[in-house]
């Protein structure tokens, strides 16, 4: 030690003289040292605590959701079985689809989240009027299905990232004058449908329509097509994933042609509880991960490739969802 300066190894401590300067000059250095081993041991608790919010693989402990699962070992779906290719109850009673597939890795994601060795999946079926008041009372978890994503619901229901991006269009005969190869007379048509309303707004189906008791259900029994074609039916509006996967296992595919454009924008989603962000944020990270390694390429071909590639929309909805880690 020299100059006044001093060495807080063990040896130099050892060796430190004994002067009044030298013992005080000792007593403020180990006070220091304790001061810094206090504040190392509160960042690595701090660290410790941010890795266990924000890293895969590590749960939060305040997930009401994530709490039962673990304890339970079971997660709760709820399905509609008439949403062919999105979610349906397949001959030998397995449920299928591409919502029921994203939630199956959801449940795969959450499942190595929490350290499972095993995780049962029950699926319960819902409908249209009753899957958000599933999702409010705690039966199901989320749903898998054709859940449009929309400002109303949200002031009762959470939702993932969008899961498809889909839009209202309406089928009609190929020898309608609607039908996009009609001719000039049937453009002319489609333009004075549109301007008959204020601000663009999209032509709707004609009264009768509206009305129409044949309204193909997604699976198509021969019996509804052989209807369609006796009926009084100019157009009948759904959306135009649900139309395709109709025109495509039609007896008479070419019979039928789409309404040229979308009256409605359509964004997908899994509903869940509001009141679970922890449970949420699982969702979405596997939802993300999918985007974002390609493997909704996959999917997508497995469950709508017969629809034909994915269009500009549902490329940017895949790719702006891609979020990182």
Not at 54 to 63: K, M, Y
Not at 176 to 186: E, F, I, M, N
Not at 300 to 307: E, H, K
Request: charge should be positive.
């Amino acid at each position: 030690m020299r100059g006044g300066d001093f060495n807080l190894s063990a040896g130099a401590v050892a060796r430190a003289p004994t002067s009044r300067n030298a013992r005080a000059k000792l007593a403020a250095a180990s006070h220091l040292l304790d001061v810094m081993r206090r504040f190392a041991s509160l960042a690595v608790a701090v660290v410790a605590l941010g890795m266990r919010v924000v890293l895969p693989g590590v749960a939060a402990a305040d997930s009401p959701t994530l709490n039962r699962i673990k304890a339970t070992g079971t997660i709760t779906f709820g399905y509609r079985d008439n949403a062919v290719p999105f979610s349906y109850k397949d001959r030998d009673g397995r449920i299928r689809g591409y919502s029921v597939e994203l939630c199956m890795r959801v449940a795969g994601s959450i499942q190595n989240e929490l350290g499972l060795t095993a995780l049962k999946i029950e699926w319960l079926p819902v409908e249209a009027s009753n899957r958000l008041d599933y999702v409010i009372s705690g039966k199901v978890d989320a749903v898998c299905g054709t859940t449009t994503i929309t400002l109303g619901r949200m002031q009762k229901v959470d939702f993932s990232l969008p899961i498809y991006v889909d839009g209202g269009s309406m089928l009609v005969r190929a020898r309608s004058k609607l039908a996009p190869s009609a001719g000039p007379q049937g453009q002319a048509r489609r333009r004075d449908r549109r301007h008959h309303h204020r601000g663009g707004a999209r032509p709707r189906p004609r009264r009768h329509a509206e009305r129409a008791r044949c309204s193909f259900p997604s699976r198509l029994p021969p019996r509804e097509w052989r209807c369609s074609t006796r009926a009084r039916w100019t157009a009948t509006p759904r959306t135009a994933s649900c139309w395709r996967t109709s025109s495509v296992r039609a007896p008479n595919p070419n019979a039928y042609a789409f309404v040229a454009g979308d009256f409605s924008y359509e964004p997908f989603g899994l509903p869940m509880r509001r009141d679970d962000p922890d449970f949420k944020l699982a969702v979405n990270r596997a939802l993300a991960t999918i985007y974002r390694t390609g493997d909704i390429d996959g999917i997508f071909q497995r469950w709508l490739g017969a629809l034909g590639i994915p269009g500009p929309l549902l490329h940017a909805m895949f790719y702006l969802n891609a979020i990182p880690e």
